[in-house]
Each structure stands twice: as structure tokens, then as C-alpha cells.
């Protein structure tokens, strides 16, 4: 099985509920947290890119930092540069968890695309 990373913050129920069913499933992983450990531009660009996914799906889109910036009306105007170093500069933004492993990334919980977890690692 190849390790897997997940990047979540401790706080967030999503994230507890996506680590317990890891740990329903004897899935072992390694927790990243999101707030204390920021993905960096270059791992965000690379995670973007072996993901298959627009970059927005990569933004937190329910949190408050997202709200506050006002992010809905300014993404569509930020290059794929912009958004990547935004996305660096505060884990808070990033959507979560963020699950990286050798060859792919699952950005969010959602139980049946998790299930592939078991053939892809």
C-alpha cells in the first residue's frame, strides 16, 4: 500500500469524519495539518495538476477567509499563478481534507470517491 498524506484541520468535522472512516477502512495515512503546514506553491501546483481538477475546487469555498476576500468575484479574474500563490500564502483557503498520495489527490470528502482509495493506493 502507498503511504498517503492528509492534509486537514482539526477542527473541521468534515475532516474528523474523512480520518475516521480512513481508520474504518485500516487505510493507514500520515495527518498534515493545513493551518500549521500550508501546502506550498509548488506542491499545490503539482497536487492541481495530477489531480485532473480546476483549480477552484482547490479553494475552500464555505470558509469564512474565502468569504471575507471576497474570493467569488475575484477568482475568475486571477491567473492560475495568482490563485496558486493565494491558495500558498494561507492553508485556511485551501478545501480540506486534501488527500495526496504517490500518484493522485482527492480534494474534499466525499465517501464513494473514496472508495477508490482501496485500488488506487
Known sequence: MKPITVLCYEKCSTCR???KWLDSQNIPYAVRSIKEENPTFQELKDWHKRSGLPLKKFFNTSGN????MKLKDKLPEMSEEE???LLASDGMLVKRPLVVWEDG???GFKEDQWELLHQLI
Open 83 to 85: 490563485q496558486l500563490a
Open 65 to 68: 477567509l474565502y468569504k471575507e
Open 105 to 107: 489527490v482527492l480534494v
Open 17 to 19: 469524519k474523512a480520518l
